[in-house]
C-alpha cells in the first residue's frame, strides 16, 4: 500500500527556532512534494523533490531515498510560518496522483 | 504568474440541488485534480483527468462527477448535494510525471467552501 507519514501533527515553536517536519514513505515515489496551506484553504507547493536537497529562503527540503524520508527544515522561523505543512508523494504506479500525509499544524509564537 | 482559478469561493446550496464547481487552469497542464478536505481527514481525492475527455476515479467519487470539454477546465458537479458533501473543494493542475516544465509541480486553487444545508 502506498502511504504517507507525516511528523509531528502538531508544533508550536518560538519565533527564531530551527523548525523540522518529517515525513516518511513506502517504496516507489517518483517525487515528493512539500506544500504550506495558510488559513482559508489556498495551498502552494514550497518544494517538489526526487533526490538531495532543495533552498528557498528560509526553508530547505532534503530527501533521503534509502531511507525513504523526507525533512522540511525551517530557520528562523516566524510568525508568518504559521500555516499548516503537508508532504504529499507521487507514486510511479498511481499514475501522477499524489498521496497526501496528515499534515503538520505549525504555530510560531512571537 | 500561473494560476487555478475556482469559480466560487464560498456557496451555500439546498439538498437536492445540483451543484457546479468550475476550476480554470491558465498553464496548459494535462492533469487536472478535484480534492475536497475536511477536518481530521486530510485531503482526499474525488477524480482526477489526464486530458481532455479523461478522467479517472479517486478515493472518493460517489455522489459525484466530473466534466473535462477543454484543456484549461476541469468542472466538479453533485448531482444531488447532500450535506454530508459540505466541505472544502480543491482544484488542483499540473504536467504529467514524465514532464518537463515548471519542474513538474503542482498548483493549487483559493478553494471552495461548500455548505449543503
Known amino acids: 500500500k502506498n502511504e504517507v507519514e507525516q511528523s509531528p501533527q502538531n508544533l508550536t515553536a518560538q519565533e527564531g527556532e530551527f523548525i523540522t517536519i518529517n515525513c516518511s514513505y513506502s517504496?516507489?515515489?517518483?517525487?515528493l512534494h512539500w506544500l504550506q496551506q495558510h488559513p482559508g484553504g489556498g495551498i502552494v507547493s514550497l518544494f517538489m523533490?526526487?533526490?538531495g536537497k532543495k533552498k528557498h529562503g528560509r526553508l530547505i527540503a532534503t530527501i533521503n531515498i534509502q531511507e525513504k524520508h523526507s525533512s522540511l527544515h525551517i530557520t528562523a522561523s516566524h510568525p508568518r510560518d504559521s500555516a499548516v505543512y503537508i508532504c504529499?508523494?507521487?507514486?510511479?504506479?498511481?499514475?501522477?496522483?499524489?498521496?497526501f500525509g496528515q499534515g503538520t499544524e505549525l504555530s510560531v509564537k512571537p | 504568474d500561473v494560476k487555478v482559478t475556482q469559480s466560487s469561493r464560498y456557496l451555500v446550496k439546498r439538498t437536492g440541488e445540483k451543484v457546479f464547481l468550475e476550476c480554470v487552469q491558465d498553464?496548459?497542464?494535462?492533469?487536472m485534480f478535484w480534492y475536497r478536505q475536511d477536518p481530521g481527514l486530510g485531503l482526499r481525492l474525488i477524480y482526477f483527468?489526464?486530458?481532455?475527455?479523461?478522467?479517472e476515479k479517486g478515493d472518493i467519487p460517489e455522489g459525484y462527477s466530473v466534466s473535462r470539454e477543454k484543456k484549461e477546465r476541469f468542472s466538479l458537479i453533485l448531482e444531488s448535494a447532500s450535506t454530508n458533501q459540505t466541505s472544502m473543494y480543491l482544484c488542483?493542475?499540473?504536467?504529467?510525471?514524465?514532464?518537463?516544465?515548471?519542474?513538474?509541480?503542482?498548483?493549487f486553487g483559493e478553494g471552495s467552501w461548500l455548505t449543503v444545508v
Open positions: 488542483a493542475s499540473s504536467f504529467p510525471v514524465s514532464g518537463t516544465s515548471s519542474g513538474n509541480t503542482i498548483y
Open positions: 517504496v516507489g515515489i517518483s517525487a
Open positions: 523533490l526526487s533526490s
Open positions: 504529499a508523494a507521487i507514486y510511479y504506479n498511481q499514475g501522477g496522483k499524489l498521496i
Open positions: 498553464m496548459d497542464h494535462e492533469n
Open positions: 483527468s489526464y486530458d481532455v475527455k479523461m478522467k
